[in-house]
């Protein structure tokens, strides 16, 4: 498994992501996607519903469009 710090780094070199939602903080996932949305590459959190609405909800304004939910068992 990356680290946080990994995976902003591949976002940063201009690659999109899909990683385990239940896998990373609430704030380790708002760090993932701000740096999505900085460089404009789409993340995808799958397993989201190991998430609050409310911790989606500022995962999504962190990431300004970049970020996918999967809900799918």
Known sequence: MKTT???IDIIRAGGGIRIDASTKTTDQLVDIARAAS????HLTLANANAKTTDQL???ARAGKGCVVFDFVK
């Open 57 to 59: 909800i500022q995962i």
């Open 5 to 7: 710090n990994q995976l």
């Open 38 to 41: 900085n460089k404009m590459v």
